[in-house]
């Protein structure tokens, strides 16, 4: 037997595609909203929710038989912000500018609906390796959905990515701008990402419909 099992390897594939948190839970809409301005700043928050999920995850599965029930969401709070503190100092420390761009909103990861709801949902019911694995595929179902939106809003409303040109020099007018493209400065304001999500969200259920269909 493999080290993952059929059922553990649905844990990481459900949340990628058929189960997304995003774009069949709806949840986590907010910092998709916030922070996908830049591809860079949409990497490091799904890289640190990630984190926060699948070490969170592993915590609560641990002390799961320990946690008195009437106290068991301030534990999850004591747990997931004492992971946020440790990536809030980890950024401040290795990538000061980038933390003062997501400045608040790695703060709210705390209050991040898909973190409370697999500890409360599955981590609390399930062991550490389980718990570890759905932390994971939850966290990255959510993060590639913030790195496709955060991709195609730099790409369109400044023509970069990571912060380099990509489609050309909009001042020396090379690349697309020599033919007359211009950046669509809407992609970079809040409701733009909202329906970049929107689309995404009405592309992956007509897929899940048609399969279903099917």
Do not use: H
Not at 158 to 172: A, H, N
């Amino acid at each position: 037997m493999g080290l993952l099992s059929k059922k553990d390897t649905k844990l990481i594939s459900d949340p990628l595609a058929d189960n997304n948190p995003i774009t069949i839970q709806v949840l986590g809409i907010c910092s998709a909203l916030a922070i996908t301005a830049e591809l860079e700043a949409s990497i490091v928050m799904s890289v640190s929710v990630l984190f926060v999920l699948g070490v969170g995850n592993v915590v609560i599965s641990l002390m799961r038989n320990i946690i008195p029930s009437k106290i068991r969401i301030i534990v999850q709070l004591v747990v997931v912000a004492t992971l946020v503190i440790i990536v809030d100092l980890v950024l401040k420390a290795f990538a000061y500018e980038l933390s003062k761009t997501l400045s608040v909103f790695v703060g709210l990861i705390i209050t991040n609906c898909i973190i409370m709801g697999r500890f409360e949902a599955f981590a609390l019911g399930n062991g550490p390796w389980r718990s570890f694995l759905d932390g994971i595929g939850n966290a990255a179902g959510y993060g590639v959905i913030l790195i496709i939106v955060g991709f195609f809003r730099e790409l369109l409303g400044s023509g970069t990515l990571l912060g380099m040109k990509v489609l050309g020099d909009p001042i020396e007018k090379s690349g697309l701008y020599a033919i007359g493209y211009e950046n669509n400065g809407f992609m970079l304001l809040s409701p733009m990402a909202l329906i970049v999500v929107g689309i995404i969200i009405w592309v992956q259920r007509n897929k899940n419909k048609a399969l279903i269909e099917d």
